[in-house]
């Protein structure tokens, strides 16, 4: 499989993601929940996959990482070791307290700054889910006195606003890591309610409800980052979603991710080489297909990605 292939697949897989989370949090009709031990080992897979999907499409290079609360238990969250995240197996993932501790096999070593992730659940308890990246097109952002605004409906969720967090103000002269539990907190604080907070010279950190919306977010963040430093070349007058705009595609982009009806298996494409017939409203895949699984197999068969998330 060539790599051109396995960053189309692991896009399919993001969808997936979402569908699979769905169907977690609201098992169908007559159907049990999930045991605590299913829903743990869906938490470390979906962690698993997450950290691939961004690491792939570009949002983290090798320092970044990604938590997902265990589920049923909201003063718990999984992280992996101090690992690159390509590398992440279900060996390396960690249980961490609210405090940032976690008890690592013998010669590994913890993540420095996990007490983000520590004090961003222990002040939100609607998030489920958190990246930190260093993406370079969010670097400008932070340090110019430029605000990252949404530009677009796939980033619509920046509406709530883009802060920055300046670590020199909370903890004086250091490193620029967030290593202690003080400073996670500060973190915390200069996030409030929004959805992604900016690091000066640092990078950035997005939160979400459930994992695939923090991988959603992640990703058009960065987005958003390099196509409104595109338009602010072309103008300085660069039209922004204003805030109602800015609620309404929120709500249909991050709404959309339930599965509908499951499609006929003669309505799912059958491998990467079938040919495909255009949807007319534009949407890829066969026309009339109606699950989010035959989605997913068909945008494996696109040659592009990012258009596909629609």
């Known amino acids: 499989m060539t790599r051109h292939v396995q960053r189309l697949a692991l896009f399919a897989a993001s969808t997936t993601l979402a569908v699979t989370a769905a169907r977690a949090q609201q098992p169908a009709p007559g159907q049990p929940a999930p045991t605590p031990e299913q829903a743990r080992a869906k938490a470390i897979e979906d962690l698993m996959v997450a950290n691939k999907i961004l690491v792939e499409l570009g949002v983290l290079d090798a320092y970044g990482h990604v938590s997902i609360r265990v589920p049923g238990d909201p003063k718990h969250f999984l992280m992996s ?76 969720f920046l509406g709530a606003g883009v802060p920055v967090f300046d670590i020199r103000a909370a903890g004086g002269e250091t490193d620029m890591l967030v290593r202690t539990l003080p400073l996670g907190q500060a973190l915390a604080k200069t996030l409030g309610a929004s959805n992604v907070t900016l690091m000066r010279g640092h990078g950035a950190v997005v939160v979400g409800p459930d994992m695939p919306k923090a991988v959603f977010r992640s990703v058009y963040t960065e987005q958003n980052a390099r196509l409104q430093a595109q338009a602010m070349l072309l103008s300085q007058k660069v039209t922004f979603l204003d805030p109602e705009e800015a609620k309404k595609a929120q709500t249909t982009m991050e709404g959309r991710r339930r599965c509908r009806r499951r499609a006929p298996e003669s309505d799912l494409p059958g491998g990467e080489d079938d040919q495909l017939k255009p949807h007319p409203e534009g949407i890829p895949g066969k026309v009339g297909f109606g699950s989010c699984e035959a989605r997913a197999r068909c945008m494996k068969s696109r040659p592009y990605i990012r258009s596909a998330a629609h």
């Open 81 to 156: 070791r101090s690992v690159a995240p390509e590398s992440v197996t279900p060996a390396d993932i960690l249980e961490h307290d609210l405090e940032g501790n976690a008890t690592p096999p013998p010669g590994a070593t913890l993540f420095n700054e996990r007490f983000i992730h520590a004090a961003v659940y222990a002040a939100r308890p609607d998030v489920q889910a958190v990246v930190h990246n260093h993406a370079p097109s969010l670097i400008p952002f932070g340090v110019s006195g430029v605000p990252l605004k949404p530009l677009y409906h796939m980033s619509a």
